[in-house]
Structure formats: C-alpha cells, structure tokens
C-alpha cells in the first residue's frame, strides 16, 4: 500500500534479496568475512563493505548516533524535521535487523552476539543459527532509507558472510593486516559468558567495538528507557496535517492561511497535497464530533489529556470513521506521530483508545455508531442533525430559523460539512472566465461572468501561474454575486464615485476596482487594520483604487457623495464555514451580541456616505437573523435615522440565480446555489 493510500512505506525488495538469494557452499566460511567467489571459486572480499558501514563501525563514539542506524529516539529524525522527510534507515539497522547494517562479532556457536551485549543489554531472540539477535527485534521491518546518506543507498552485498568489524582492513594497513590476519578467529574472540572481557565500554585499537567489562550481565551505567523503536516519519501528508491542528490549537491560526505554507514546507502536491488537506480540514472540521467518540472510547475526560494528544487521537479517529483508511494504516501513523514527538508512553495511550475505536466501529458499523452517539431524534432532532453532521447544535439552530424550518436542515448541514469546491475569479479586464476555465482545467461559473470552478483537493491554488501573475484570485462565487448586484442597480447622475467600507482583505475590492477602471470610475477602501490594508493595496495594485487605513464607523472621508457603497461587515462567518473548518468550533453564541452593534455602526455609517439616489449593499457571509435582517430591520425602523431609505428588490439583480425566496433581500445557500451562505440587502437613499 503506498502512503498516498494511507498505508506504510513499501518495503525495499533490496532488504529480501541480501538474506536469501545466495546459497551457502561449503567453501563459505561463515564468520571469517571471506567467502567463495562462485564464479572462479577463489575467496573474495566486496570492497563495498567500508563504504556501507556505520559511524559505530568506523570507530566513532560507542553512543553516537550512525547515519545508517539510529543513536537513540531522538536521532532516528536525520536531517529531516518539520518541513521535510525525516531521515530513513536503509534495511536494518545494527541493532537487531536482519540485514542492511553491519553485523556483530560471532560466538563459538556460529551465532552473533547481540550489538546491544556491549552495553549491557541481554540478548533474548535466539535467531535461526543458533545465535542471538539484539534485544530490540521488534523494530518494523520496513527496509526505510536514508534519502540524505548516499552510501546506503547503494545495493547491499550478502551480510550472510558474518564479517567481523573488528577484522576489516583499513587504509594504508589493508594489505599488511590481510597478510597476517587469520580468516578465521572465533577461537580468538572471548566466548559468551566466559568472563573474558577487554576492559569496559569502547573500541579496540582498530576501531571495532569492544566488549563490555567482566561483571553482572547488567552492570555498567544506566541507560534511559527507551520504547519500541519506529522508523523515521515518512508520511509528510499526516505530518503536515498534524502540524496544521497544533497550529489551529496553540496560535488560533487559520487553517487557509497558513496550511498553503505548511505544503509548500513539506514538498506536497497534486494527490499529496489533496491527502493533506482532507486529513487536515475534514479533522478541524469533524473536531466535536471525533471528541465524543474518543470519550467514549476513554477512561478519563478529554479535558484532562494532553492536548497534542487529543489532536492525534482525532486525526487517526477522522480517518477510521470518515474516510476509506485500513484502521491499521490510520491506527499505526497517527500512534509514530505521537512517538516522535511525545514519546512510547503517550503513544501507547494514543494506540489503546484508536485501536478501541477501530473495534468498535468494526462491530457496530461508522454510521451506527455515530447514530448510537447522537442525540435522540424525538427528544432533540435539531441536537441530532447537529452531531451528525459535525455541527455545534446553537449553530444548526441558527440555519433552522433562517431556513424556516426544519425540512432543509440535514441538506444544510452535509453541504457545510463538505469538501467545497474551489472559486476563482476572473479579474475584469484582465482575463475572461473562459480563459482562465481553459488554463486552469476548470468549469465556468454558473452565475458570475466572472467566475471559475475548480474540484474539491485541487492542490495548492497559490502555485497556479494566473493566481501568481495577478490575474484571476480566489473568491466564492457567491462574494462575486453580492459585489456584482450592487454595480448593476440604476442610479441616477452615477458620477462613479464608490466606496468599500470594510475593504479588509481585498477581494470584493479589487473587483469593484476591475469594473471601475472599465467605466472609468474610481473606488475608496477603507480598513482599520494596518496589515489588512496592506493586503488590500496589493490586491487592488494598478486599480483606481485608493486604500485609506481607518475605522469605517469614522472614516475621514466626504459625507453624501458616494453613488454606490458596500458595507461587508464583520459577522460570526457562518455562511463560510465549509472554508474555515475551525471556525465552526471556535465561535461562540455570544459572538453574535458582540458583532450586531458593530454591524449596526457600519450601517448607519454608510447612510452618512451615500448620496440622494445612491445605493447601500449591506453584506454578511452569515445567514444568523440577527446579523442579517435583525440588523436592517433595526435601522430601517429608526424614527432619529436623519435620512429616508427605502428596500430595493436585491433578487433581479442577481439573474439567473434560483430559489432566491421572497425578497426583498437574498439568501445564499450552500446546499441550493453551491455558495457561501453569503446574506445580501440593497437600500436606496432617498432624503
């Protein structure tokens, strides 16, 4: 299984071939390091050993760690990190694999002393010629290499032939010590158990291992504990995805705009970088829900576990309940994350709880058993569509009382809880949305001229040349209707003169500014944050756009002379949720009181801006009422309002858009347009 399947690395066929496709002779000495040379039947030496050896076998530090092997947990990373594989092994290592690494010196037996006799460690796995392997037999045996360490890349020859490190010739004296060196000195070397020890840890004068010291098998200074070891991580599209979570937990990231770093760091594109982004998003998105089925698969509250835990556990559950993952593919990568980064014994606790989710939802089915864990549907059905679909239940209300009822509901939540689709818009004057579906292998928009589609997972959008070059940029198509529908009202005398209010970070501002520049009018953007304003320069750059850095409820600009004006407020961000998957669980009902005087600040703001005749377009990506029409009812009903305004149909100006409901204002919808829940409402002026 490859690691886009969500399976371990492959093994190396090299590690099968080095143990099996030579057949000893009986002119093989077995433990002298010479062997019969089948075709012209003389003993003969691979020059390739030297090279494929250890830093342990060239005579560095006993406790060091190797480039071939691994020095301890905390080295087996390489020279990898973060952002990028992690060191692998090639075939075993020198402590307990069966091929790959350089073998220990021979017993009178004919057996191997076990790399690890030298340290204290006991042998315990007698191996198939009556030796003894290293203690630490229960590595994977995954054949993983070093991508940086050239040397063990290279095929291995037949490590059957049991050369001692100790007898291996080095530079200047290889001739000499051949000449005087026995090819065979088990008789030489002190036996197992014997006693007969050379002097503590360290090496012999020719650079090989010596032998530990005489005393109890156990003696000698005490080594920290170390777990079941595991081969470096080599599965960059769960790595990613998991530094993805700890961001979104510790900063309070947003996923979209810092995973588009986190793949670029990891190298990951096309169907890796579509891996990572659901594992990533689905996970955020899923949070609440895979919280319920870790509790109930725990002996303790999530609230008293580690947090990068709890990531961890959801990542591997997300994987097991919602995606076609082998639980042992999900199980395995989720648990060597946890390793690495917390240790054995927080893997083991990670591994307990998924392996009991894996069982459980093998016996009872996903879906039933999430339907098990939801609430009832007769006692609460609002609660139930709400877990299923991964929902916090205030949320689900929310769509209910804007919906009107309860028929849409589920349809609401599923489209939420999907992979949406990618929008891009086709910045005016500068290319047609046909060209850019052409360059882009997308689908035109159904209801913005200037919108494209991409499929769900296409990558990172950032890398596309148009996105690059500045002419096309990501925008929902449901952004682009509401900008759209206030260019197209009627206003009598338009002098051109428009104003975004809440230009932050730019989007609906550069395609006001695209269609200004081709009727020749100009746009005021104002923000209040200083870096959001430097965004919206950059997006607007060579528009007839000028970006003033101010609070929009007091911006200093000229009152009753702007013909068209867009107040996309600040709101909770509801509507958008299928785009920022931790926003669904780090809002918070009471948000919403927050953010309506707001709202209502910037409304009344924009009366003060508009001239007689113009028109306001109140916008908010939320469909909550009391953002939406709770906001607009408010100041349309104001006795002390000091102007006159009046509804203006919103639905004729967004042609071509079904099931747009009675007006006079618009709400999108996910599971009706393919949209943002984007809330549209246009006010004219008229005194």
């Known amino acids: 299984m490859s690691e886009a399947d969500g399976g371990r690395p492959e093994r190396d066929d090299r590690d099968d071939r080095g143990r099996s496709d030579r057949p000893r002779g009986a002119g093989e000495r077995r433990g002298s390091g010479w062997s019969d040379d089948r075709r012209g039947g003389r003993p003969s030496r691979d020059s390739r050993d030297d090279r494929g050896r250890s830093r342990d076998d060239r005579g560095g530090g006993d406790r060091g760690p190797s480039r071939g092997g691994s020095g301890g947990d905390r080295d087996r990373g390489g020279a990898g990190g973060p952002g990028g594989y992690r060191g692998e092994r090639a075939g075993r290592d020198d402590r307990g694999g069966r091929d790959g690494g350089s073998r220990g010196p021979r017993d009178e037996r004919g057996g191997h002393r076990g790399p690890r006799d030298d340290r204290g460690g006991p042998d315990r796995r007698p191996s198939g ?22 040397r063990d890349d290279r095929p291995r020859p037949d490590r059957r032939d049991d050369r001692p490190r100790d007898d291996r010739p080095r530079g200047a004296a290889r001739d000499r010590d051949r000449d005087q060196r026995s090819p065979d000195r088990r008789d030489d070397r002190p036996r197992a158990g014997s006693g007969d020890r050379r002097g503590g840890y360290g090496r012999d004068d020719r650079g090989g291992r010596r032998d530990r010291a005489a005393g109890p098998r156990n003696a000698g200074p005490p080594r920290r504990r170390q777990g079941p070891s595991t081969p470096p991580s080599s599965d960059p599209a769960r790595a990613a995805a998991f530094e993805l979570l700890t961001a979104v937990r510790e900063r309070d990231a947003y996923a979209n705009l810092v995973f588009p770093s986190i793949l670029r760091r990891y190298g990951l594109k096309d169907r890796d970088a579509a891996l990572a982004t659901e594992l990533g998003y689905g996970t955020l998105r899923a949070a609440g829900q895979m919280d319920a089925v870790i509790e109930a698969c725990a002996d303790r509250p999530l609230h008293r576990v580690e947090r990068q835990l709890v990531d961890a556990m959801r990542l591997g559950a997300y994987q097991i309940l919602r995606m076609r993952v082998p639980e042992h593919a999900a199980v395995a990568t989720a648990v060597d994350l946890v390793r690495e980064t917390e240790g054995s014994r927080s893997s083991g606790f990670v591994n307990a709880i998924l392996r009991k989710v894996a069982e459980t939802a093998r016996e ?117 209707l509401v900008a759209l529908a206030l260019t197209r009202v009627p206003v009598d005398g338009d002098s051109g003169r428009w104003l975004d209010l809440c230009a932050g970070p730019g989007g609906k501002a550069a395609l006001l500014g695209g269609i200004a520049a081709m009727t020749g009018g100009r746009v005021d953007a104002v923000e209040p944050a200083e870096h959001r304003a430097d965004l919206v320069r950059r997006a607007v750059d060579g528009l007839p756009v000028t970006v003033h850095t101010a609070d929009g409820r007091d911006a200093p600009l000229e009152a009753g002379v702007y013909d068209r004006v867009l107040v996309d407020a600040p709101c909770t961000g509801l ?38 005749g113009g028109v306001v377009a109140y916008v908010t990506c939320s469909p909550h009422l009391s953002e939406t029409v709770g906001v607009v009812g408010g100041i349309v009903r104001r006795k002390d309002l000091g102007v006159a305004v009046e509804h203006v149909d919103a639905r004729e100006f967004l042609p071509g858009v079904p099931d747009l409901g009675d007006g006079p204002h618009v709400q999108l919808w996910p599971h009706r347009h393919g949209t943002d829940a984007m809330f549209l409402t246009l006010l004219r002026r008229t005194a």
């Open 364 to 480: 009872k089915g996903a879906e039933e058993w999430l339907a098990e864990l939801a609430p009832s549907a007769e006692e609460d059905p609002v609660g139930r569509a709400a877990f299923l679909h991964a929902h916090p239940k205030w949320i689900a209300q929310a769509f209910v009382d804007a919906l009107g009822s309860r028929a849409e509901l589920d349809a609401a939540l599923a489209a939420d809880d999907a992979r949406p689709a990618v929008h891009l818009l086709a910045k005016p004057g500068e290319i047609s949305a046909e060209e850019l579906a052409l360059v882009t292998g997308g689908t035109e928009a159904p209801y913005s001229p200037y919108g494209v589609h991409l499929e769900p997972g296409s990558g990172d959008i950032g890398e596309l040349d148009v996105i690059r070059e500045g002419v096309a940029a990501v925008q929902d198509e449901g952004s682009q």
């Open 129 to 150: 010629d009556g030796g003894h392997r290293g203690a630490r037999d229960d590595r994977p045996r995954g054949g993983y290499r070093d991508r940086d360490d050239r």
């Open 575 to 612: 509507g958008a949720l299928r785009r920022r998957p931790e926003s669904r669980w780090r809002r918070k009902p009471e948000d919403v009181a927050n953010l309506t005087k707001l709202q209502r600040e910037l409304l009344l703001a924009a009366f003060r801006h508009v001239r007689v």
